[in-house]
């Protein structure tokens, strides 16, 4: 079973400049999570798609990140315009149904503002 | 708000040997899930463990086991017989009952010495 994709692994980009990444989830998980793991800390979700509906982003920035799910099952989370605060990596999860199942990661995005 | 603690932010272990590492929680609720995640370098977040607050029977995989300690607010995770591919950062992570958002520790990068 092939597990969470994503890609870019890293990317490198100028405070105030775009960017965009993408999370392939696990073939039929219908909920996927977007988490933001800073250097020396853990995990933190910003966002939680249950297939194509937002469940939770109350922790998204909003004004600058933005996430979709067309279809519900790939997603892209951008940012725009980025900042030095942003330097992170983004990983994406995935599981079955919601509540109770487990989540698988994926391998994550090395983001780094300069 | 549910905090998750680590207080060893570094811990070594001799190849074969036993290691112990901690994590204490922060809640108010009854019902919840405790996990301790592996994350080596190349970044995939992979389950270890999983402990539902219900069940006074702490979990066992193989090599791995965990002491929870509901009224203490614990749940720290032995290795046995530890091996050189141990070695990883290992984070703690709590989710309530009826919701999504699992909330992270700050990790402990355990090193396994040959």
Same mark, same amino acid.
């Given at each position: 079973?092939?597990?969470?994709?994503?890609?870019?692994?890293?990317?490198?980009?100028?405070?105030?400049?775009?960017?965009?990444?993408?999370?392939?989830?696990?073939?039929?998980?219908?909920?996927?999570?977007?988490?933001?793991?800073?250097?020396?800390?853990?995990?933190?979700?910003?966002?939680?798609?249950?297939?194509?509906?937002?469940?939770?982003?109350?922790?998204?920035?909003?004004?600058?990140?933005?996430?979709?799910?067309?279809?519900?099952?790939?997603?892209?989370?951008?940012?725009?315009?980025?900042?030095?605060?942003?330097?992170?990596?983004?990983?994406?999860?995935?599981?079955?149904?919601?509540?109770?199942?487990?989540?698988?990661?994926?391998?994550?995005?090395?983001?780094?503002?300069? | 708000?549910?905090?998750?603690?680590?207080?060893?932010?570094?811990?070594?272990?001799?190849?074969?040997?036993?290691?112990?590492?901690?994590?204490?929680?922060?809640?108010?609720?009854?019902?919840?899930?405790? #996990?301790?995640? $592996?994350?080596?370098? =190349?970044?995939?977040?992979?389950?270890?463990?999983?402990?539902? %607050? &219900?069940?006074?029977?702490?979990?066992?995989?193989?090599?791995?086991?965990?002491?929870?300690?509901?009224?203490?607010?614990? #749940?720290?995770? $032995?290795?046995?017989? =530890?091996?050189?591919?141990?070695?990883?950062?290992?984070?703690? %992570? &709590?989710?309530?009952?009826?919701?999504?958002?699992?909330?992270?520790?700050?990790?402990?990068?355990?090193?396994?010495?040959?």
């Amino acid at each position: 079973e092939a597990g969470v994709a994503q890609s870019p692994r890293y990317k490198i980009i100028e405070k105030r400049q775009s960017v965009a990444f993408w999370c392939n989830p696990i073939s039929g998980h219908a909920t996927l999570y977007w988490y933001q793991q800073i250097l020396g800390q853990g995990p933190k979700l910003l966002i939680q798609f249950q297939n194509n509906g937002v469940v939770d982003d109350s922790q998204l920035p909003k004004d600058r990140f933005s996430a979709e799910r067309l279809k519900g099952v790939d997603s892209t989370l951008k940012i725009q315009p980025a900042k030095l605060e942003d330097s992170a990596v983004y990983l994406c999860a995935s599981s079955l149904v919601g509540i109770g199942d487990t989540q698988y990661f994926g391998p994550g995005t090395r983001l780094t503002v300069l | 708000a549910q905090t998750v603690t680590q207080s060893q932010p570094e811990m070594s272990v001799q190849e074969a040997e036993t290691v112990t590492l901690s994590c204490t929680y922060d809640t108010s609720e009854s019902d919840y899930y405790l #996990f301790w995640y $592996k994350q080596p370098p =190349s970044r995939q977040m992979i389950l270890v463990i999983r402990q539902e %607050a &219900y069940k006074q029977q702490n979990a066992t995989e193989n090599r791995f086991s965990v002491n929870f300690q509901k009224a203490a607010k614990s #749940f720290s995770l $032995k290795i046995s017989d =530890s091996q050189l591919g141990d070695a990883a950062m290992y984070f703690c %992570a &709590y989710r309530r009952e009826g919701n999504n958002d699992m909330r992270f520790g700050a990790g402990t990068r355990l090193t396994v010495k040959p």
